[in-house]
């Protein structure tokens, strides 16, 4: 069974950066490259919501709109890491930041498959932006 664990939160002022990683192993008879790797957060109160994805293979991303140009997500295949650059953090990126993997089903890239649903998940990292 793949097990995913996520590092890096923090606390962190309004207007820092933190990266956070997402650690992946076992792979269920796949390989890291099979995957697509998302990255969520769940906010105090609030459900958990897709924020970014990395199709491993190739490499292809995709961010919502509210850390598209502030948050980069990356991958380095030799560690079966997948990373989250966060800058410019904002009070609001506050969360629980959860990564997750499947090995995509669904045609349509990131949004396909982050809508499809995932199959394996992290237990969470903490990030708390203070102002």
Not at 4 to 10: D, I, K, T
């Amino acid at each position: 069974e793949v097990q995913l664990v996520e590092s890096g939160g923090g606390l962190v002022r309004v207007g820092g950066s933190l990266r956070l990683s997402c650690a992946a192993s076992g792979f269920s008879g796949f390989t890291f490259d099979d995957y697509a790797i998302g990255w969520f957060r769940q906010a105090p109160g609030k459900e958990r919501e897709a924020i970014s994805c990395i199709i491993v293979d190739d490499g292809t991303t995709y961010y919502v709109d509210s850390v598209k140009g502030r948050f980069t997500i990356s991958r380095d295949n030799a560690k079966n890491t997948v990373y989250l650059q966060m800058n410019s953090l904002k009070p609001e990126d506050t969360a629980v930041y959860y990564c997750a993997a499947v090995v995509p089903q669904v045609w349509g890239g990131c949004p396909a498959i982050l809508s499809y649903g995932m199959d394996y998940w992290g237990k969470g990292t903490l990030v708390t932006v203070s102002s």
